[in-house]
């Protein structure tokens, strides 16, 4: 089945960029979603982007998708002390299943 | 109007007692989920339910029986709570039907934290 690995801890300082990455095994995944989780929340959907798609904007958020080498990346322009979550990498196949990876955890620094 | 609403929001119970969550979505979606969220903050799926029937069973304990009365409905009877029961159970909805040609874009409720003493 799909796997999706992400790394657990990411820190950076208020203004700077933050780069979260992922990675996933199946080729035939279609879409690929970022999730934020607040703490003491649910998850909420950040953005997605179609597996047929290499980059998508909006507002401080870019999300580049690597087909070929199954790997997605969520950056965040000038982080603010707000964007302290964790992050959930998702890929969806065709079988009818989004499978999600452990969680970057987002700390900003002031 | 919340959209996934989940209840209670926290239960702290006795190892071995019966206990159920209940969750109820308004979006009109075909298909809900529970995901378990251990201490690390790790999500894993539990069950999914489409149009009141499970599509996806992951590896769970028996004493764990979602029971989907209607669409809208998923609730999630747990038997001989352990300890190891304890974390944050979410319920999450999502619009797919059965041809599966949605985004398969999930609406989580707030959780349900589990105290299992």
């Known amino acids: 089945g799909e796997d999706v690995e992400q790394s657990l801890f990411l820190s950076v300082r208020e203004g700077d960029s933050s780069v979260i990455n992922c990675t996933y095994t199946?080729?035939?995944?279609?879409?690929l979603y970022w999730y934020k989780q607040e703490p003491g929340a649910g998850l909420q959907l950040l953005t997605y982007?179609?597996?047929?798609?290499d980059m998508k904007q909006d507002q401080r958020l870019t999300v580049l998708l690597n087909k070929k080498d199954k790997h997605l990346s969520l950056r965040i322009a000038d982080t603010q002390t707000g964007d302290s979550a964790i992050y959930f990498c998702?890929?969806?196949?065709?079988?009818?299943?989004?499978?999600f990876g452990d969680g970057t955890t987002l700390t900003v620094k002031p | 109007d919340t959209a996934v609403s989940q209840t209670p929001k926290y239960l702290v119970t006795q190892m071995g007692n019966d206990k159920s969550i209940k969750c109820e979505q308004n979006l009109g979606h075909d298909t809900m989920y529970w995901y378990k969220q251990d201490s690390k903050k790790f999500l894993k799926i539990m069950f999914s339910?489409?149009?009141?029937?499970?599509?996806i069973n992951e590896t769970v304990p028996n004493r764990f029986s979602p029971k989907s009365p209607d669409k809208a409905h998923l609730n999630l009877h747990i038997n001989s709570l352990e300890l190891g029961d304890s974390a944050v159970y979410f319920c999450a909805s999502s619009q797919e039907g059965p041809q599966r040609v949605s985004k398969n874009i999930q609406y989580f409720g707030a959780g349900t934290r589990l105290s299992v003493l």
């Open positions: 998702a890929a969806y196949t065709n079988a009818g299943k989004s499978t």
């Open positions: 339910y489409n149009n009141k029937e499970l599509i």
């Open positions: 982007i179609f597996s047929n798609m």
């Open positions: 199946d080729s035939s995944s279609t879409y």
